[in-house]
């Protein structure tokens, strides 16, 4: 039977608890999810677990999960309390290893966001770039960390099942471009529509910062700059909305 650990100055609970600091995260390549599903999510995918934590009070709740004993904690209420991020937390989270991703270069399309803020944003475009089988999701340098707790909520488990690749420096968009694929840029500042450029081919869509839009920096790589028509009286959409757009019209190109 497994000892509960009830000190919140426990080595191991010290360690995990850093994990709610980006820098923390980045350093260790680790993230926390929370909550039955989300953790069921993370066992049944090809990632790494280092540790489930579960509340001694509910331990029973979650005997479903195959959570093996090497990689299980149980706690007091306090000090899984202490772990948690939500205010109605539901008595088990997980510690995730960052995983390398497999890039497939050889067609389909990928997503780029350009420097999005907004964790509700960024984690419905990862989940709607799921949805419609995008090969990956890149960030760029100055896009909000996927890895807080409220991208990962809104990704609804779409972490797991779609590669994210961090690419600040543009190394990657770049080796993509030389392997044939089209930047496709979101802009306001042009008048060629979105729907008239042919998705079939390999292609980059691009949306980027929630006030600014595109960087300059992906502006000057990019091969073509789109705008969705907008018949209506709104200047502008949620960055979240034009993505998804975008995405399932690359669907409907290829699909037609």
């Not at 497939?104 to 709607?128: M, S, W």
């Not at 609804?156 to 968009?173: A, C, Q, R, T, Y």
């Not at 595109?214 to 969705?228: A, G, L, T």
């Amino acid at each position: 039977m497994l000892e509960v650990i009830r000190s919140r100055t426990n080595k191991t609970i010290k360690e995990i608890k850093k994990l709610h600091e980006r820098k923390y995260r980045d350093q260790q390549k680790k993230f926390i999810v929370e909550g039955h599903r989300f953790v069921r999510e993370a066992i049944e995918s090809d990632f790494q677990i280092e540790y489930v934590i579960i509340n001694e009070n509910v331990k029973e709740k979650f005997a479903d999960l195959k959570i093996e004993e090497d990689y299980r904690l149980i706690v007091s209420e306090a000090v899984f309390k202490d772990l948690c991020d939500t205010k109605m937390p539901q008595g088990i989270i997980a510690i995730v290893k960052n995983q390398q991703v497999h890039i497939d270069a050889t067609g389909g399309f990928y997503v780029l966001l350009d420097k999005v803020q907004d964790p509700g944003n960024v984690g419905t475009i990862i989940r709607t770039a799921n949805a419609a089988g995008v090969n990956g999701v890149i960030l760029t340098k100055g896009t909000v960390d996927i890895y807080n707790e409220k991208t990962l909520r809104s990704t609804m488990g779409s972490i797991f099942k779609i590669p994210i690749i961090v690419d600040e420096n543009l190394k990657f968009v770049n080796e993509l471009k030389d392997k044939g694929f089209k930047l496709i840029c979101s802009s306001l500042d042009t008048d060629k529509n979105f729907y008239q450029v042919n998705l079939n081919e390999k292609v980059i869509i691009a949306v980027g910062n929630e006030g600014n839009g595109i960087s300059d920096e992906i502006y000057n790589i990019s091969d073509e700059k789109v705008k969705i028509p907008m018949p209506g009286s709104a200047e502008s959409l949620n960055v979240g909305i034009a993505a998804g757009i975008m995405i399932f019209e690359v669907v409907r190109q290829k699909n037609s």
